[in-house]
């Protein structure tokens, strides 16, 4: 925290070496190291400074996904950052506690940088959820996930896997930069912060012993109460933060496990994209002596919903067959929505491919007022700004964007599989 009060943080990216096997050396880029990047946290009403310097020998940028800032800080691809160059964008956080995340948006290298390794947590706190008692205890009863699947050589090197429709499918994972990870616990009650930062791949996130999973908070934040859940699926760039109740000893595997359906690929493209793919994720080990598990409300968040009558413009995005969005494929140049400041919004995004798409707003948390025409489901129901989107459905999503109002420069909506997005599969609006 400097002498004004803003809490600074610096981020340098730079090319590196990760060994994911022992002895074999693979080239992987990260922020301050060779892999990933730090968790940054901050509290609501803080200022924050990020000091970002760019250390490889290409332009990147640095975006931070779901957070509310200035499109100016936003670092999407109007925000280059050069070779050697740095910035040191500064906003207020205003909007509730959450599991947000930071990764490169440089327009057209999206999918290279982040597979690269360049992604990191950017976790959001507040009085009302350190009020609840939740276990907050960074990287021992509070724990980030990081996904990522990857290619790996006979040898052992990491190499990028070949593209699919939906990209680049890697038949393993690393959590947190690491191949077959395993944690350790001394609590009964664990949270865990789950990151989809994989660039094309949907997870579904179960337990070994079929256990519920306990969902607690989506993207934006908390739910109105947890959810036990068979699966919880997330898509390139979504996030979920569930709990984990552990008995002296014990040992479960997070794993996941898609079918079909869960991935939403039916017919004879199901199995070439994942549709039926299963990993194991992460080994839970509980000690033999656990510290009690806090006692977790009922009630953890209050979730007003939007009154729809004051939608003030409707807005129809369609997905469509050759990575476009309502017909057009990306163009820095212009701008596709403008959006008046502080009134709410209705967006139709319908996909109207035969294969699954995600959207994602930058700049604002919304909620998903219908699927189809029906209520979302309950883990569907709280704050999101990226969402998976199954084949031939239609999302109504409502939000508002209330300040910023910037007409020179825009932010962005796309698809999250990303290089669909550095298809083109991306536009951008204005907030006036
Ligand atoms: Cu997570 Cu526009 O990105
Ligand atoms: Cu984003
Ligand atoms: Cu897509």
Known sequence: VDADGTRVFALDARAGTTQFAPGVVSDTWGFNGSLLGP????????RVRVDITNSL????????HGMHLPAEMDGGPHQMVAPDASWSPEWDIDQQAATLWYHPHPHGETEQHVANGLAGMFILHD?????LGLPSEYGVDDVPVIVQDSGFSAAGEREDPQRGYAGGLGDELIVNGTRAPYLEVSDELVRLRLLNASTART????????RPV????????LLEASVALDHVRLSPGERAEVLLRVAPGERVVLQSKTTPEVAGLVGPVADTNGGSDAF???EVRAAGTLDPAPAVPT?????????LEQVAMTRRFELGDSFEINGASMDLGRIDETVTVDTLERWIVENSTSLPHSFHVHDVQFRIASIDGAAPPPELAGWKDTIFTEPETEYELLMRFEDYADA?????????????????MMGQFAVV
């Open 280 to 282: 194991d994720v992460l």
């Open 408 to 424: 020179d420069t825009p932010y962005m909506y796309h698809c999250h599989l990303l290089w669909h997005e550095d298809q083109g």
């Open 39 to 46: 968790t940054l946290a901050a509290e609501r009403g803080e």
């Open 299 to 307: 009630r953890l968040n209050v979730i007003d919903d939007f009154d």
């Open 57 to 64: 020998d290409e332009p990147t940028t640095v975006h931070w």
């Open 214 to 221: 306990e969902l607690i908070a989506s993207d934006g934040g």
């Open 203 to 210: 997870f579904a996130f179960t337990w070994s012993d079929a």
């Open 127 to 131: 009085e009302h959820e350190r009020s």
